[in-house]
């Protein structure tokens, strides 16, 4: 019985392969790509563990000391380190406590426009700072918000009020840094919950209508759970972004008096590494970074499976 | 049988010979290259080089790598000694990281040049450096007019005391000239001060600026009104005063163990300069927003060239350089005729001197990353630059296009277009071993100085060229030999320094202390300390106590 079993399995397997081998072959062209510019520079890895020079293949290095720590161990060692790890944390909890939900209230609001042409001139004009680079809306806010000269503390002076240092004093640096990602993510970020929204079937409305439901009775009920699977999906990938931080972002906006807290772990890699020639260091930071964010995604997702919801895989 | 034992041990005999006689060899010297002529001193086969030239960005210069100076250079490469020489353009203001990406890559240019050499020990210690000791040995010869300039000083300035090697030659400062405080001449007349001679004169200046706003600027602008200007690098841009806090009884020990930081930002006296900028930012004679914009931005500058700064620090000549574009010319195109910065000498130290701490004349360092496949041809082409007919070449450009000779023979330059426009002073960029204009008469080099800034009063350059070095004291060559706790650390020590310093400045005055000394002791604990350290017991092991 059982030989009988694994030569229908196998002959299954083999008139599988026979009519959709094509496809097979076409996909190894993308294999090829991961394998080739994904995972081998990914040997690279490696040198978080040597002492690195610029001059020997990856292989020639030498070991690092303390079988190969040694540069995780001066890492948490370096209080800029440490500092980074804290500004990166606090940066990005911010940006997803205010930049997260301001996407789903803003897509709420513009579903309930009733003219079309608006909500798309609306939509326009919110998305299109997402295609500026942060160099370009750093020269910006500097014109806007700059002590003396910016426009905004210009007007408050003219007013005889106290000039606000938005980019100057470490604290308003935070709300600057934080409203600026809010400014340029929101109406892109919007784009997906619109979209969620559309597929709303229509009849749960009516049928909310017939019950009696009032218009923000229907957001509660039947908008917010339509789209919940988005948010819960969208959150967990944010979460894994959690200790991944931006380089041009704070790099842009940064300026000596505002360091301790501008300071992320990009601006350390490039600064001990790019700029300090400290390879090795900076490769342990960047692998101590994903592997905290690989740990967070995994955590977020099994969270939401727990709590009945899809999850990201 | 025994034949053939015989012959293996015959084989095996002169295999060893060839490897260890090969190895001997490139111990003890440089090859000879047969198809190099050391009389007429040129290669039998064309040979290619690559050089780096700073790309500077100017508004309206011309691209660094191929204009008029780079096609006299090349053409008298070619039939000098036989040599094709291309040039790599490195924007001058990420200069490191280019070349670190570039070196990584193995891609760098032949003749790399840097103002950090911690970063070519550092590259060094990696493998990455061709030791010129050996090369510069052999070719000595045949390289008279790089030994005519920079002597054996500038060319064994870096040499290992034990090693004996050199990874990089020292370009001369031929113009020892570094930084001058200038204040607003029409500004001073205007409220009928005196040209300020000590730090409260000083002071009292920058209060008048401020609390005369009105009457300088108008109604309209007086509130842009900036009585002392300063960048982010806090460091060169309070110089003259920082260094008259520092006592003259300064030892030139102290002066090596604690020169690591070429702002001195380690000599004794210095917070006390610093708490002097603290108390001027709240009494509002500082620049507020000085701390914002990165270096190369344009609008201290604009600033100036608009009028409303008072006074500042900064290179010798920095207001009358770059003709047109001169912030000089531009204040009196903007403001009028009388409008001028002039230079001042308004802080004496504790002696009553006008001390300025100045380097030895060093100045640049140029080396040969590994890859470098003709460390000769290289060497002559710093030979070739360093020849006084082809340097002040690209000094002064051609007669009736960059420059006209005056009948007492002194140069002046013109205003060029084109591919003859020069993007640094007096070419800096490509004579890579002198920095200074050098004409080879010193009295004529003098006066053409004072002519070399068109648009712009000779007495304003005069006095600038005198100010700027006067009651001066040079930096002595110790060579200890590497200095390990260096390595990579220049730009994390540099950026908290200028970190500390801005957050310094403006701290409210009661917590000044807190936040020096927290800032200090982080700068220390995250390498400083270890760097004094080496420092004094490399220097006391040579030198002694």
Redesign the interface.
């Known amino acids: 019985m059982a030989t009988v079993l694994t030569t229908g399995r196998a002959r299954k397997a083999i008139n599988y392969i026979r009519s959709y081998w094509t496809l097979y072959v076409m996909l190894a062209l993308p294999i090829a790509f991961f394998v080739i510019f994904r995972y081998i520079p990914m040997s690279y890895i490696l040198i978080a563990f040597k002492k ?5 293949s990856i292989w020639e290095m030498p070991w690092a000391d303390n079988y190969g720590f040694e540069y995780f161990i001066r890492a948490f060692q ?3 380190f440490i500092n980074a790890v804290r500004n990166t944390l606090m940066l990005n909890a911010l940006d997803l406590l205010v930049g997260f939900p301001a996407p789903i209230i803003f897509a709420l609001l513009l579903n309930e426009l009733v003219y079309p042409r608006y909500k798309r001139f609306v939509q326009t004009v919110t998305y299109m700072p997402y295609f500026l680079s942060w160099i370009i809306i750093a020269g910006m806010a ?1 014109q806007v918000f ?4 910016g426009v905004v503390n210009v007007f408050l ?1 003219r007013m005889g009020y106290q000039p606000i240092p938005f ?2 004093d470490p604290t308003w640096w935070v709300v600057t840094y934080v409203l600026l990602g809010v400014w340029k993510h929101l109406g892109w970020n919007t784009i997906i919950y619109l979209a969620a929204l559309t597929g709303i079937n229509p009849e749960l409305y009516e049928a909310a209508e017939i019950d009696g439901a009032n218009r923000w009775q229907k957001i509660r009920y039947v908008t917010l759970p339509g789209i919940r699977p988005t948010i819960i999906t969208l959150l967990i990938l944010n979460l894994g972004q959690i200790l991944s931080s931006d380089f041009d972002r704070p790099y842009a906006l940064m ?3 505002v ?1 301790d807290v501008s300071n992320v772990i990009a601006t350390y890699v490039y ?2 590494g ?5 390879f090795s260091l900076t490769t342990a930071v960047g692998l101590f970074q994903s592997v905290v964010c690989v740990i967070f995604l995994f955590a977020a997702n099994a969270l939401a499976k727990k709590y009945g919801e899809r999850g990201v895989w | 049988m025994r034949r053939g034992w015989l012959g293996l041990l015959l084989a095996l005999l002169v295999a060893a010979v060839l490897v260890f006689g090969s190895v001997a060899t490139s111990l003890a010297a440089i090859p000879d290259d047969p198809d190099f002529d050391p009389v007429t001193r040129r290669f039998g086969r064309t040979r290619s080089i690559t050089v780096e030239v700073y790309d500077r960005g100017n508004p309206g210069g011309s691209p660094p790598e191929d204009n008029a100076f780079t096609d006299f250079i090349k053409e008298g490469m070619l039939r000098d000694h036989n040599v094709r020489v291309t040039f790599v353009p490195i924007p001058r203001w990420t200069e490191v990281e280019v070349i670190n990406a570039r070196l990584a890559a193995g891609d760098a240019p032949d003749v790399a040049v840097t103002y950090s050499y911690p970063t070519i020990q550092t590259y060094a210690n990696m493998g990455g450096v061709i030791d010129l000791a050996p090369y510069l040995e052999k070719y000595k010869d045949v390289l008279p007019n790089l030994w005519e300039l920079l002597g054996d000083t500038n060319i064994y300035w870096n040499r290992d005391p034990n090693t004996g090697r050199v990874w990089a030659i020292e370009a001369l400062l031929f113009q020892n000239k570094r930084i001058n405080t200038f204040v607003r001449e029409d500004w001073l007349k205007k409220l009928g001060l005196p040209e300020p001679r000590t730090l409260e004169e000083f002071e009292n200046m920058l209060r008048a600026f401020r609390d005369n706003a009105e009457l300088l600027l108008g109604p309209e602008m007086a509130h842009e009104m900036i009585p002392f200007s300063i960048s982010q690098d806090v460091g060169w841009r309070a110089d003259h005063l920082l260094m008259s806090f520092v006592p003259e009884s300064l030892t030139d020990k102290e002066m090596f163990i604690y020169g690591f930081d070429d702002r001195h930002f380690l000599f004794p006296g210095y917070k006390e300069g610093v708490r002097k900028l603290n108390q001027w930012y709240h009494e509002g004679l500082i620049w507020p927003d000085f701390a914002l914009y990165p270096p190369g931005d344009q609008t201290e500058d604009n600033n100036m060239k608009k009028g409303v700064v008072g006074a500042f620090i900064h290179n010798w000549d920095y207001p009358y350089r770059n003709g047109e574009d001169s912030i000089h010319v531009g204040l009196q195109r903007l403001v009028g005729p009388e409008a001028a910065f002039i230079a001042v000498e308004p802080f004496p130290n504790d002696a009553g001197i006008y001390r300025k701490f100045l380097s030895a004349p060093i100045d640049r360092k140029v080396f040969f990353p590994i890859t470098n496949r003709e460390p000769l041809a290289s060497l002559l082409y710093l030979d070739w630059i360093s020849k006084l007919e082809n340097r002040r070449h690209l000094q002064i450009g051609w007669e009736g296009i960059n420059h006209q000779v005056l009948p007492d023979g002194a140069v002046q330059l013109l205003q060029a277009t084109g591919r003859y426009i020069m993007n640094s002073p007096q070419n800096i960029d490509y004579t890579l071993t002198i920095n200074g204009l050098d004409l080879g008469d010193p009295e004529i080099t003098a006066k053409s100085i004072a002519l070399n800034y068109p648009g712009v009063d000779a007495r304003y350059i005069e006095r600038a060229y005198r100010i700027t070095d006067n009651e001066a004291r040079y930096g002595k060559n110790f060579q200890v030999g590497e200095i390990k706790a260096e390595e990579g650390m220049q730009t994390v020590l540099t950026q908290k320094r200028d970190n500390l310093l801005a957050r310094a400045i403006v701290a409210p005055p009661d917590q000044f202390d807190r936040v020096w000394d927290e800032g200090f002791a982080d700068y220390l604990r995250s390498g400083g300390q270890a760097i004094i350290n080496e420092r004094l017991q490399k220097y006391e092991a040579i030198y002694g106590e």
């Open positions: 690195y020079s610029l001059f020997q370096n209080r800029d500097m700059a002590p003396n000269t002076r980019l100057n300026n000596p008096l360091y600064t001990y790019i700029r300090g020639l400290q």
